[in-house]
Nanobody, 124 residues
Framework: QVQLVESGGGLAQAGGSLRLSCAASGHRFSDYGMGWFRRAPGKDRDFVAA????????TYADSVKGRFTISRDNAKNTVYLQMNSLKPEDTAVYYCAADYMGRAQRILREYDYWGQGTQVTVSS
């Protein structure tokens, strides 16, 4: 069992930056692949970024590539999402998720554990 708690959301202006954190507790955090998803108002939960356990390999949605960076600190049981050059369309609730198989997954249903989410609002 893994518990995930996101933090770092808030209000930012377009062009600004925020860093989200996801603190994990429970079973061996370093074994899990970690991902970030987001749900904008009236839309489905969409993939943002993911990082694998084995080699730290990453994958990103096209909409955030070059602007967002996912990283992890296994010693702190924490995964981060650095968000730069924010746009109003990045406004959403952001969720972190853990994959027991340790992969960098882009598919929502492959994840085993989810946090409660943190709101990010970007003003124009």
């Amino acid at each position: 069992q893994v518990q995930l708690v996101e933090s770092g959301g808030g209000l930012a202006q377009a062009g600004g930056s925020l860093r989200l954190s996801c603190a994990a507790s429970g079973h061996r955090f370093s074994d899990y692949g970690m991902g970030w998803f987001r749900r904008a108002p009236g839309k489905d939960r969409d993939f943002v970024a993911a990082i694998a356990w084995t080699n730290g390999g990453t994958t990103y949605a096209d909409s955030v590539k070059g602007r967002f960076t996912i990283s992890r600190d296994n010693a702190k049981n924490t995964v981060y999402l650095q968000m730069n050059s924010l746009k109003p369309e990045d406004t959403a609730v952001y969720y972190c998720a853990a994959d027991y198989m340790g992969r960098a997954q882009r598919i929502l249903r492959e994840y085993d554990y989810w946090g409660q989410g943190t709101q990010v609002t970007v003003s124009s």
